[in-house]
């Protein structure tokens, strides 16, 4: 099955996913940090007391108090490093002259922008590409832990690929389009939670009959 036509059956699997929760560029960079390492349900949470505490700006996370940036995101887990975190970022987002010229800027030079985002404390490949997609709508994909997982399972990908080898054969593969690249990797995480989890659930997998994973382990439980 080749990467488009994975597309085509999850989008007609699981439809528009109107990714990414968040109602400015800003607020999805936020939510980008808070997301590593915990569930979407927490950020949320979190979100909702920035925006209760009139916080979720550049300049009010950038001068908030240390102390209470950390208790305004404390749902969201591992507060104290992703409070850091954050005041990295919106100081960051500060000095570049704010989100639109960061936007410009990584329309203009995805590269040279991607490299000045994986230089912040804490930004990694994943956050940082979902930041370039999901806040500036820069066609780059987002490689994830469900990704890995679902490639591998379906035989399209070796599960020791690297977060590099993968990026590259989307972008090889698909057509350079933030909208598809938006929506894909949506798909993928609404795949990896609703059915291929670390414990797959197989049954009702709208990829079952595609999937060399599920036969082998079909095969095994007849036995
Ligand atoms: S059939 Fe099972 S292993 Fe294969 S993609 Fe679906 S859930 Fe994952």
Redesign the pocket.
Known sequence: MSLLALYERLFAAFGPQGWWPGETPFEVVVGAVLTQNTAWRNVERAIARLKKADALTPAAIAHAPRAMLEDWIRPAGFYRQKAARLQGVARFVLEEGGMEALAEAARRNTDAARRKWLSLHGIGPETADSILLYAFDVPIFVIDAYTKR?LA??GLASSEATYEDLQARFHAALPRDAKLFNEYHALFVA?GKD???AR???GG????AH?P??QV?QKAACR
């Open positions: 679902i399972r379906l795949l059915f291929c989890r797959p659930r197989c997998c709208p990829l079952l999937c994973s599920a382990a």
